[in-house]
């Protein structure tokens, strides 16, 4: 327990079942060099850690869980961690594609459970600079000399987007699924309280 950065925290299949919040979204950013954590969920890891609420995050990194994803042992714990979940929250960044996520949120909005979706990044927007495709790649787009890699990155890039938007049009006939806009710690925190209690 000491090398996990929140209290809160849970690991591992055991602790999955008493999952209150599942804290999913995007996870880790691959890089030429390895992976980077993706840190746009630590506030809201912050915020329910000082709650006391007990959560499940899937992005197991060394400096949050103390040790690395291993995925016969942290696949299995994240499926049961979504399923005992009474909320599930995910925070899309703007630095990867964010695929699997789209379908997890779906998938949960369907199911009828309580869902958080936090959008963060300008307008939500896939944003290319920084991105995982473009850090793995190297350079930037204008630096792409042959036209068709070119053009074909900029069409994944506008797809990303668009699945963002429509996913967004989507959720909006669900009432169990709230959505937030790059929220700050207050409104994060208000929304919590009301969703998840206490």
């Not at 996870?27 to 954590?37: E, K, V």
Request: with cysteine.
């Amino acid at each position: 327990m000491s090398n996990r950065k929140w209290e809160n925290l849970l690991v591992g299949k055991e602790e999955a079942k008493k999952t209150k919040v599942f804290s999913g979204g995007t996870c880790n950013i691959a890089t030429p060099n390895g992976m980077i954590r993706n840190t746009g969920r630590d506030l809201l890891n912050n915020v329910l850690n000082k709650m006391g609420t007990p959560f499940f995050d899937p992005q197991i990194h060394e400096d949050t869980h103390g040790r690395e994803y291993v995925y016969d042992l942290d696949g299995p714990a994240e499926q049961l961690a979504r399923e005992n979940a009474k909320v599930l929250i995910y925070e899309i960044a703007p630095y990867t594609l964010a695929t699997v996520t789209m379908l997890e949120i779906l998938q949960d909005a369907v199911s009828g459970k309580k869902v958080i979706v936090i959008l963060t990044g300008d307008k939500n927007d896939f944003n290319a600079k920084g991105s995982q495709m473009m850090n793995f790649i190297g350079v930037t787009i204008a630096e792409i000399d042959d036209l068709k890699a070119r053009q074909a990155l900029e069409q994944a890039i506008k797809t990303a987007n668009n699945a963002r938007k429509t996913l967004v049009d989507m959720l909006k006939k669900y009432t169990n699924v709230t959505i937030l806009t790059m929220p700050n710690i207050d409104d994060l925190t208000t929304v919590l309280k009301t969703v998840v209690g206490k």
